[in-house]
């Protein structure tokens, strides 16, 4: 398997989980992922900060402050999927990029009228859910 298969089953595990468990820091997501069924090399908390960066069903909602073995106080972002748009489990698949999608829902995917993301349509109705939403 190679490593852009796996990098798209993390990123669609990963919104799964914060979708399950809610605003989350790297780390945690990292305990979250050696859990998770159709991970087998969990990445590490910088890959996976890098992954979520680059989705955007997820958002960084806040800061987490953790304090170190050496006593000092360091501040963690706190990742969460973007509730404004996506409200339930089924939504996930109406908001997720082209380059995370299977390449069944890559044949299923047309491009919006509106802000020309290719997505998976609700009803195949224009425009896209991220547009209904926002």
């Known amino acids: 398997m190679s490593a852009n298969n796996n990098n798209k089953r993390v990123r669609r595990a990963i919104v799964e989980l914060l979708f399950d468990h809610g605003a989350c820091t790297r780390e945690q997501v990292a305990e979250h992922l050696q859990?998770?069924?159709g991970v087998k090399n969990v990445p590490s908390p910088n890959s996976i900060s890098?992954?979520?960066?680059?989705?955007?069903?997820?958002?960084?909602?806040?800061?987490?402050?953790?304090?170190?073995?050496?006593g000092g106080n360091i501040h963690h972002f706190q990742?969460?999927?973007?509730?404004?748009?996506?409200h339930s489990k089924e939504d996930l698949?109406?908001?997720?990029?082209?380059?995370?999608m299977t390449p069944n829902e890559r044949g299923r995917a047309i491009q919006c009228e509106c802000?020309?993301?290719?997505?998976?349509?609700?009803?195949?109705?224009?425009p896209c859910l991220s547009c209904r939403r926002q």
Request: glycine share 4%.
């Open 115 to 126: 802000c020309a993301r290719t997505r998976i349509l609700p009803d195949g109705q224009q």
């Open 50 to 70: 890098a992954l979520m960066s680059k989705n955007p069903q997820v958002v960084i909602v806040g800061r987490e402050k953790v304090e170190m073995t050496n």
């Open 79 to 86: 990742f969460d999927i973007d509730r404004k748009v996506i």
């Open 35 to 37: 859990n998770y069924k």
């Open 93 to 100: 698949i109406f908001t997720r990029p082209l380059s995370v």
